[in-house]
């Protein structure tokens, strides 16, 4: 293997087959190649003489790795490659070193809406008869199912995914592009078709810092990921997402606009809700079409158009791709009704854990509320501490009561977050224990009314510390729903 010309080899050739790749020194095994990367904590050459012990052949590295590596007088026979940027080459690294990848991959970014996005458009693509899956922060799903631990999996492990697809027969694969992934160059060794951008708003700043390195790191998508015969597809409603457009088109890129606004080339038009959804109206490329979809919420309309395009984009008949929005099925955890009380009233579960989604979501919720809408929502540990009294006000400004409890302390003091989201919040209740916080806003349900449980949408633990504790909030819902019904309290 011979990464390009962006990378420098010191010491001898290698000698002997490669038997794999690993960016941790733990993972490393006789044969393999080291990539020693910069990390946020440490600088991954301080594991290369570990790496090495192990029985790694090569290391991979950048200028400051290698400096590392100098002073600490590092006596080696192993080859070592300094590259300028070491994630590109190790990202290009485990494209050639896995080789097989599904035909069709398109891959999504935004803020919100990435795993809702690369769900439909899986659904529609098993719906016109393709081995489909899409892949994120829900695992992969669709054709295959395997767990994943991030929502874009590092290199080496999403190319070893990819193969395995690939292998398995997948020929479609949707995947999610983190605002990370795509700064840490995860997905640059991905042949995409098409890519997707769905809007951006606050997250992340722990990591980005600003606002404008956020947006830099998800426009690199279109900037760099994309091939030039792949198809950008855009949501022009949102400033970023149609930027994004604007930089695909001076590459060459064919670029499909989504929206409501009505220049989009797949324009929403008009939306009736009803009780189990909404029956939307859209044009595209100016003939008018419609479709009764059975999802809840303004944006997940938005969001299966943005499926919709994809499709298209990545090579599929546009007639028929529209012919698959009324089957398409909600996503876990995504506006998942979770239980219904014996007087009627809804108890929701949704993965809104920045200050936009929450906002979103109880927006999405009041066309279909007569009474009062109650949310039950907390902020992440060890994640952007700016966000959190954006989320409370988002919260209280949204429903007309809101219980502040805990979502995933991390490593950080529950009660500090719990504070920080309180301070936007005046008015709101505050519950720590989040079992607790579920079954008050469940007994306050009224006929009328509807609660939103924010924040952990599909997820099954409560990361507290370094421990994981059993918790699932639609499970919560409906033990809470049942005891109060049935008369169990
Ligand atoms: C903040 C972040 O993205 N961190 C990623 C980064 O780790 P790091 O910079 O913290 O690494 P470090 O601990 O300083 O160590 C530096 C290097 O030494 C290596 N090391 C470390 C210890 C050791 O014994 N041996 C060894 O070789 C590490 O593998 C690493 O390559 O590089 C590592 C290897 O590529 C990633 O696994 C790690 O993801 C961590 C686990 C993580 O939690 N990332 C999250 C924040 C993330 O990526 N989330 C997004 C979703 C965001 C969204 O909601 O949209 C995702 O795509 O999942
Ligand atoms: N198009 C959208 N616009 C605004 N908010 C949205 C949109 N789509 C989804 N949301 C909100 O964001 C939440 C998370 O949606 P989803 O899981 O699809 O996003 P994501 O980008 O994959 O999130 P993550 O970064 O955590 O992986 C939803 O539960 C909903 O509240
Ligand atoms: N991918 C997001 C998920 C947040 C989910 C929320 N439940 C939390 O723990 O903050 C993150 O890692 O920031
Ligand atoms: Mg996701």
Redesign the pocket.
């Known amino acids: 293997m011979r990464l390009r010309d962006d990378a420098a080899f010191f010491g001898p050739d290698l000698v002997g087959p490669l038997t794999g790749i690993?960016?941790?020194?733990?993972?490393?095994k006789p044969g393999f190649l080291?990539?020693?990367?910069?990390?946020?904590?440490?600088?991954?050459?301080?594991?290369a003489t570990?790496?090495l012990r192990m029985g790694a052949v090569a290391v991979l590295t950048d200028a400051e790795g290698m400096r590392y590596l100098m002073d600490e007088g590092l006596d080696t026979a192993a080859p070592v490659i300094v590259a300028k940027d070491a994630?590109l080459s190790l990202a290009r690294a485990a494209s050639v070193w896995y080789g097989a990848q599904p035909e069709t991959i398109v891959a999504v970014t935004g803020?919100n809406g990435?795993t809702s996005v690369a769900t439909f458009l899986r659904q529609i693509w098993q719906g016109l008869g393709r081995r489909a899956v899409n892949f994120?922060?829900t695992g992969v799903e669709g054709s295959i199912t395997r767990p994943l631990?991030?929502?874009?999996?590092?290199?080496v492990t999403l190319h070893a995914l990819l193969a395995d697809l690939a292998g398995n027969g997948v020929t479609h694969a949707a995947m999610?592009a983190?605002?990370?992934?795509l700064?840490?160059r995860?997905l640059d060794g991905v042949r995409l078709a098409a890519g997707g951008f769905t809007h951006l708003s606050r997250?992340?700043l722990d990591?980005h810092e600003t606002m404008e390195a956020y947006a830099e790191a998800k426009l690199g998508l279109f900037s760099r990921v994309l091939p030039e015969d792949a198809t950008a597809v855009v949501n022009i409603d949102d400033p970023i997402a149609a930027k994004a457009g604007v930089v695909a088109q001076d590459r060459g890129l064919g670029v499909i606009s989504t929206g409501r606004n009505p220049a989009a080339m797949l324009a929403l038009t008009g939306t009736e809700f009803h009780d189990k959804g909404q029956v939307i109206h859209f044009t595209y490329r100016g003939v008018t079409h419609s479709a009764d979809l059975a999802l809840i919420g303004g944006f997940q309309a938005e969001n299966a158009l943005l499926a919709a395009g994809l499709a298209i984009g990545a090579g599929e008949d546009a007639e028929e791709v529209f012919a698959q929005l009324e089957g398409l099925g909600g996503v876990r955890g995504r506006m998942e009704l979770a239980a219904t009380r014996q007087n009627g009233a809804p108890v929701y579960v949704d993965y809104s854990?920045t200050p936009d989604s929450v906002a979103t979501a109880l927006k999405a919720l009041r066309p279909h509320v007569a009474g009062r809408l109650i949310v039950v929502v907390g902020a992440g540990g060890d994640?952007d501490p700016g966000k959190r009294p954006m989320m409370g006000k988002a919260a209280v400004e949204g429903a007309d009561i809101a219980i502040i409890t805990d979502d995933n302390p991390r490593t950080e003091d529950p009660a500090l977050i719990r504070a920080a989201v309180m301070a936007g919040a005046p008015g709101a209740t505050e519950v720590g224990d989040r079992a607790e916080a579920i079954l008050r806003g469940v007994d306050m349900l009224g006929p009328e009314d509807a609660l939103l449980i924010a924040g952990k949408g599909h997820e099954t633990g409560q990361i507290v510390g370094s421990e994981i504790l059993p918790f699932d909030d639609a499970e919560q819902a409906r033990a809470a729903v049942t005891a109060l019904d049935r008369g169990g309290l």
């Open positions: 690993a960016v941790d020194s733990r993972d490393v080291f990539a020693a990367l910069p990390g946020s904590k440490i600088h991954g050459a301080e594991f570990y790496a994630r803020t990435k994120g922060t631990s991030h929502t874009t999996p590092e290199p999610e983190s605002s990370h992934g700064d840490q995860r997250d992340h990591y854990h994640r």
